[in-house]
Nanobody, 122 residues
Framework: VQLQASGGGLVQAGGSLRLSCAAS????????MGWFRQAPGKEREFVAT????????VYADSVKGRFTMSRDNAKNTVDLQMNSLKVEDTAVYYC????????????????WGQGTQVTVSS
C-alpha cells in the first residue's frame, strides 16, 4: 500500500487545516488508518486512528475536541480536519495503515506516507 499525504501548510493559531491521505496499491477498506506527527527534536506521537469501516475513531488527548478523522473507502482516502490549531500542533504529519484496530502505537502500522508539514504561527 502506498500512502500520499497532502494538505499541510502555514496557518495562524486558531485557524484550521484539512489533511488528506490517498492510498493506492491495496485494499484500502481492510486497513485501520492512523495519523501521527513528529515535531523537531521530539518522538513521533499518535494523533488519531480510525477503524476499517469509519465507525470508530480514537484521538490523543492533546487533539480531542479539535481534530476529526474520517475516511472514504470508495475514494481510498482518509482525512484529518484540524480546527483551533495551536503552536504546539506544529509538526510533520504522517498517515499510516495497519491491521491492529484502534492502536495508538506506531509499530502497529505497516505502511507510512511521506509526511506533510503543518506549521502554526502565533
Amino acid at each position: 500500500v502506498q500512502l500520499q499525504a497532502s494538505g499541510g501548510g502555514l496557518v495562524q493559531a486558531g485557524g484550521s487545516l484539512r489533511l488528506s491521505c490517498a492510498a493506492s496499491g491495496g485494499t484500502f477498506s481492510l486497513y485501520e488508518m492512523g495519523w501521527f506527527r513528529q515535531a523537531p527534536g521530539k518522538e513521533r506521537e499518535f494523533v488519531a486512528t480510525i477503524n476499517w469501516s469509519g465507525g470508530k475513531t480514537v484521538y490523543a488527548d492533546s487533539v480531542k475536541g479539535r481534530f476529526t478523522m474520517s475516511r472514504d473507502n470508495a475514494k481510498n482516502t482518509v482525512d484529518l480536519q484540524m480546527n483551533s490549531l495551536k503552536v504546539e500542533d506544529t509538526a510533520v504529519y504522517y498517515c499510516a495503515a495497519g491491521a491492529t484496530p484502534w492502536s495508538s502505537g506506531a509499530p502497529s502500522y505497516t505502511y507510512w506516507g511521506q509526511g506533510t508539514q503543518v506549521t502554526v504561527s502565533s
